[in-house]
């Protein structure tokens, strides 16, 4: 089993912008990406520099479809 990786907020918006994401309103320090073909709809704290924790990362990746292999092989 693969480990999660440990990333910024920042870096996790890189990626969802790779797989077709595109950032429709930021509110604060919350990132909110919408993907137009799959209809979803995905929230990302950005803090700061600061790492997500790791249950955050999996609620990110489950919500928007990718798994962890195609996430890793995108940072």
Same mark, same amino acid.
């Given at each position: 089993? =693969? *480990? /999660?990786p *440990?990333?910024t907020?920042?870096?996790?918006?890189?990626? /969802?912008?790779?797989?077709?994401?595109?950032?429709? +309103?930021?509110r604060? #320090?919350?990132? &909110?990406?919408? &993907? &137009?073909?799959?209809?979803? @709809?995905? =929230?990302?704290?950005?803090? !700061?520099?600061?790492?997500? !924790?790791?249950? =955050?990362?999996?609620?990110? @990746? +489950? &919500? #928007?479809?990718?798994? @962890?292999?195609?996430?890793? !092989? @995108?940072?």
């Open positions: 089993m =693969t *480990r /999660l *440990r990333v907020g920042k870096q996790v918006v890189k990626v /969802l912008e790779k797989k077709g994401f595109t950032i429709i +309103r930021v604060g #320090s919350h990132y &909110h990406l919408h &993907h &137009h073909s799959k209809d979803i @709809l995905v =929230t990302v704290p950005v803090h !700061a520099g600061k790492t997500l !924790a790791p249950k =955050t990362l999996k609620t990110i @990746l +489950r &919500h #928007s479809k990718i798994t @962890l292999e195609d996430f890793i !092989a @995108l940072i």
